[in-house]
């Protein structure tokens, strides 16, 4: 059960779901239920059913909506052996199936609700929603799936209710295959990104936990030779779409090469901005694994990213790129104690990789050899299937 499957994926959890599901069709019977529009009945083996908002729901709250589809949800579950949920979205489900059909419920973690409090901006009184239905979901669900042992810490720190045997760790995985180097250049010419000049790239939705403003603080400290690449989407909200602008207006009129690309990209063009990438930059305050890190270490590129959340699990220190320490405020947000500290570190890290190419490009290739070796999807799916074992 999930609100994202292809072809509306809009974050990490979306591709985790897709990718796991291809992995784990060949080897159960599964069907996978998500929200939105009608789907191909049929994905990589795996049958598919999708659910809109309930036409009675079309004016409410956002978070009363998801209840609604997670209720046309439970019905069809009957008869399966096991429910798995992702994110808060599709735990309700989860839950109500596993009570009404008597079977586990194991649900996936891929973010925390007390961890992103400001979803009240978002979602007002559907953030209490929101966090009523994951409190629940996590202290019933028979087993937990962290992405990280970073979110397992989370978890068991925010719901001290949940039985710490209950809480495996299976990372994330990528598809080494779908995400590689690509050589053309093409795309990036499309853009006006000039793959002549060193360049730091960022890839993601315009949240707070993803930190962009204190990445577009740090790149106003870059060597002015240096592109900054936003492949961006639209902001969370109204102030901090604004916020953002105004840093990019500020950076556009004060150095070249800041390119904003304010749309969410096809794979391919992806991957190729990716591959010519000197540096990735992974500014979050919040980030249970960062799934975007592994596409960028597949694609060969060096990353510079928080030290936060599941993200030193994933990248090696001096190996793959560099981590910035960010010590932050321990009230849900993630702010940083010391912001002007952690723009200017987060700098720093990134002119030390952008301005060495050659050890930038060793970075990448030891970056590209971690993806292949330690995060396979295939490996991923036994370990979830073992989770699965435990329960039934």
Known sequence: MS???????????????????????????????????????????????????????????????????????????A????????????????????????IPHVLSAHSLEPLRPW???????????SSFVERTAYESAAAII???????????????AVDPARVRTVHNGIDVAQWSPDPDTDVLESYGIDPQRPSVVFVGRVTRQKGVPFLLRAAARLPEDV??????????????????????ADLQATRSGVVLIEKMLPRREIAQILSHATVFACPSVYEPLGIVNLEAMA?????????????????????????????QVQDGTGTPLDPERFVADFAA??????????????????????AEEHFAWESIAERTLEVYRSVL
């Open 3 to 77: 609100k994202e499957f292809p072809p509306e994926i809009y974050g990490g959890a979306g591709v985790h779901v897709s990718e796991l599901s291809r992995v784990l069709a060949p080897l159960v019977d599964l069907r996978v239920r998500c929200f939105g529009a009608p789907r191909e009945p049929e994905v990589a083996g795996a049958k598919v059913q999708a659910y809109p908002v309930p036409a009675e729901l079309s004016g409410a709250n956002a978070a009363i909506q998801t209840l609604g589809v997670d209720l046309a949800m439970v019905g069809d579950v």
């Open 79 to 102: 008869g399966a052996d096991l429910v798995h949920s992702h994110t808060w979205y599709a735990n309700m489900a989860g839950h109500l199936s596993a009570l009404m059909h008597g």
């Open 119 to 129: 979803k009240a901006e978002q979602l007002g009184g559907g953030y209490a929603v």
């Open 146 to 160: 962290a992405v990280s042992d970073g979110m397992r810490e989370d978890i068991l720190r925010s719901y001290p």
């Open 227 to 248: 592109q900054l690449v936003l492949c961006a989407g639209a902001a969370d909200t109204p102030e901090l779409g604004a916020e953002v602008n105004a840093l990019i």
């Open 299 to 327: 694609c060969g590129t060096a990353v510079v990213a928080s030290a936060t959340g599941g993200i030193p699990e994933v990248v090696d220190d001096g190996v793959t790129g560099r981590l910035v320490p960010l010590e």
């Open 349 to 370: 890290a990134l002119t030390e990789v952008a301005a060495d190419p050659a050890r930038a490009a060793a970075m990448g290739e030891a970056g590209r050899r971690r």
